[in-house]
């Protein structure tokens, strides 16, 4: 079989139709390509959509639950961005919204925020802390084994050391990994 050449989009079913829409322009800065009562089609680059979304009408007398990764269904999202300072200034912009992630992780291959749109379905921002085949040996290792998962971090102090200037090994690497150079990160 041949691998797709590129992500296309996401559609998502929803009963916070206005929110959802809010949601994914503030977060993507994405811009409205058709919106209806019923379908919205957004794209954040120059595909014509990423994001769709179908209104479910209003919340049921008993809403649904936001999901946050829970039960059957996508567990999340991953979009990766191109180093440090981007994944700084997306946290920074979306704190000042309001946005904050629900789960910050290192887990060793990449540094992580996730971030729960309004129906709580995660979006993981990353960025890649590993060229490809060091990301993959590292996931043989006993450690990853151990915690496939990773450790919190504090997106604050991230931000802080980082303008700061300051080494930032312990809030980037995981306690049980050695550091690698990372390109516009001090060590």
Do not use: C
């Amino acid at each position: 079989m041949t691998a797709p050449s590129k992500f296309a989009h996401v559609v998502y079913n929803t009963h916070r139709y206005r929110e959802m829409i809010d949601w994914y322009t503030k977060v993507f800065e994405a811009r409205i390509q058709h919106s209806d009562d019923r379908l919205t089609f957004m794209t954040y680059d120059d595909e014509h959509h990423r994001f769709a979304f179908a209104n479910l009408g209003p919340l049921p007398d008993d809403p649904p639950e936001p999901r946050m990764g829970r039960g059957v269904g996508v567990n999340h999202v991953a979009y990766t961005w191109d180093g440090m300072d981007q994944l700084v200034e997306l946290y920074k912009r979306l704190k000042a919204e309001g946005i904050t992630p629900v789960s910050p992780v290192k887990h060793g291959m990449t540094l992580s925020m996730y971030y729960a749109d309004p129906d709580g379905n995660l979006m993981e921002f990353q960025i890649d802390l590993m060229e490809p085949d060091a990301a993959n040996e590292f996931m043989t290792t006993s450690a990853f084994d151990a915690n496939p998962i990773g450790e919190s971090f504090d997106p604050d102090e991230l931000v802080s050391r980082y303008e700061a200037g300051q080494p930032l090994d312990d809030v980037v690497f995981r306690s049980d990994q050695e550091p690698v150079p990372i390109a516009g990160v001090a060590h």
